[in-house]
């Protein structure tokens, strides 16, 4: 069965720093293209970055420039470094792969407020 458990965030200032993390239980999570999502009350919840198999990452305009997706296929973990947050990033933050899962992990809160 496919697991996620979110760690890593917090309280932050306006221009802090953050580092996800995401423990992935998945026989084929080399192969998978990961993402990272987000999501506030009351809103659907968006897709902030993408990284293939290969390597290759996208991010949702957003984020550009201050979000960097990472992975670990050795230990099956999904990675997120946040700088430069804005009180805008405040959500609950999700890692799945790409594209519809009707299973979600626990997420991990991110509250970026002075």
């Known amino acids: 069965q496919v697991q996620f458990v979110e760690s890593g965030g917090g309280l932050v200032q306006p221009g802090g720093s953050l580092k996800l993390s995401c423990a992935v239980t998945?026989?084929?999570?080399?192969?998978?293209?990961m993402s990272w999502y987000r999501q506030i009350p009351g809103k659907d919840r968006e897709l902030v970055a993408t990284?293939?198999?290969?390597?290759?990452?996208t991010y949702t305009d957003s984020v550009k420039e201050r979000f960097t997706i990472s992975r670990d296929d050795v230990k099956a973990m999904l990675f997120l470094q946040m700088n430069n947050l804005k009180p805008e990033d405040t959500a609950v933050y999700y890692c799945?792969?790409?594209?519809?899962?009707?299973?979600w992990g626990p997420g991990t809160q991110v509250t970026v407020a002075s």
């Open positions: 799945n792969r790409y594209g519809p899962s009707s299973y």
């Open positions: 998945d026989i084929s999570f080399t192969a998978r293209t």
């Open positions: 990284i293939r198999a290969n390597g290759f990452t």
